[in-house]
């Protein structure tokens, strides 16, 4: 059964640093065919999607987060990671990963649905 279990998350001061770490179980063999992210989501507002790595170590972000975070994996441990700088207020969230097998269309891509997700992880920033 996969898992995937969120830490790191913390109340910090606004323009502080924080590290997430997503440690991955249950996978046949390696994370290395899966899509990994990070979500998010705020008090009264929908999931946010952060930030994507593929199996090739392609990144992408959402503009919000775009210069101050960035997502990682580290396969032979089958964990995944999200480095948190300059953080804001406005970043205060439970913080989650999630993983997906990559899809092949002409190409391999990342799905926009996820099948497996971690239990959460809070981040809070104060001003």
């Known amino acids: 059964q996969v898992q995937l279990v969120e830490s790191g998350g913390a109340s910090v001061q606004s323009e502080g640093s924080l590290r997430l770490s997503c440690a991955a179980s249950?996978?046949?063999?390696?994370?290395?065919?899966?899509?990994m992210a990070w979500f998010r989501q705020a008090p009264g507002k929908g999931r946010e999607k952060v930030a994507v790595i593929d199996d090739d170590g392609v990144t992408t972000y959402t503009d919000s987060v775009k210069g101050r975070f960035t997502i990682s994996r580290y396969n032979a441990k089958k964990t995944l990671y999200l480095q948190l700088n300059s953080l804001k207020p406005e970043d205060t969230a439970m913080y989650y990963c999630a993983a997906v097998r990559r899809r092949y269309s002409g190409g391999y891509y990342c799905p926009v649905d996820y099948d497996y997700w971690g239990q959460g992880t809070q981040v809070t920033v104060s001003s």
């Open positions: 249950g996978f046949t063999f390696t994370i290395n065919n899966y899509c």
